[in-house]
T-cell receptor
Framework: GQNIDQPTEMTATEGAIVQINCTYQTSGFNGLFWYQQHAGEAPTFLSYNVLDGLEEKGRFSSFLSRSKGYSYLLLKELQMKDSASYLCALLDSNYQLIWGAGTKLIIKP | EADIYQTPRYLVIGTGKKITLECSQTMGHDKMYWYQQDPGMELHLIHYSYGVNSTEKGDLSSESTVSRIRTEHFPLTLESARPSHTSQYLC????????????FGPGTRLTVL
């Protein structure tokens, strides 16, 4: 079967760095997405990884290891507006998205 | 400006009523999706479409129906609303390439009394 695991909640301090992990099990893989979702709003796209390695985009970076079934989202120089849920989503062999439950990130001053 | 729209944004309705949630996109995307999401929970796919006159059911069993008569329009209909339908409904679209990212509408928060 297919399964995605990510921590339910994390807390970090403004200005710091936080890493949100996502582990998955799947029989077929066509990429992994990270989305940001503020409370009461729709998800917005952050990153897409299909090859192993690190993709950097400003303060946000995403890493993928296909052999380990593992990805992480790294947020640097945290700002209060980064308080949100971060959703990991797997594109399976049928090109269907399988969503994780999301990690709620709380930023404290 | 290319975008994806949903109406209404909020709806409170009584049990047994028929409702249609509207979704339109101006990006010319072939693929459109309806997701259901309860607070703090994962997104569940309830319907999707890969183009005009194409509709499929998703992973989550649903008493809703959809239609895709025009590329830009993908309405969701509940024939008889029940309190168990209370949830957030998110419409999304993506380009024809499979790995294209999803663009989400603002969502409709439905409450059935």
């Amino acid at each position: 079967g297919q399964n995605i695991d990510q921590p339910t909640e994390m807390t970090a301090t403004e200005g710091a760095i936080v890493q949100i992990n996502c582990t998955y099990q799947t029989s077929g893989f066509n990429g992994l997405f990270w989305y940001q979702q503020h409370a009461g709003e729709a998800p917005t796209f952050l990153s897409y990884n299909v090859l192993d390695g690190l993709e950097e985009k400003g303060r946000f970076s995403s890493f993928l290891s296909r052999s380990k079934g593992y990805s992480y989202l790294l947020l640097k120089e945290l700002q209060m507006k980064d308080s949100a849920s971060y959703l990991c989503a797997l594109l399976d062999s049928n090109y269907q998205l399988i969503w994780g439950a999301g990690t709620k990130l709380i930023i404290k001053p | 400006e290319a975008d994806i729209y949903q109406t209404p944004r909020y709806l409170v309705i009584g049990t047994g009523k028929k409702i249609t949630l509207e979704c339109s996109q101006t990006m010319g995307h072939d693929k459109m999706y309806w997701y259901q999401q309860d607070p703090g929970m994962e997104l569940h796919l309830i319907h999707y479409s890969y183009g005009v006159n194409s509709t499929e059911k998703g992973d989550l069993s649903s008493e809703s129906t959809v239609s895709r008569i025009r590329t830009e329009h993908f309405p969701l209909t509940l024939e008889s609303a029940r309190p168990s339908h209370t949830s957030q409904y998110l419409c999304a679209s993506s380009g024809l390439r499979d790995a294209d990212l999803l663009f989400f509408g603002p969502g409709t928060r439905l409450t059935v009394l």
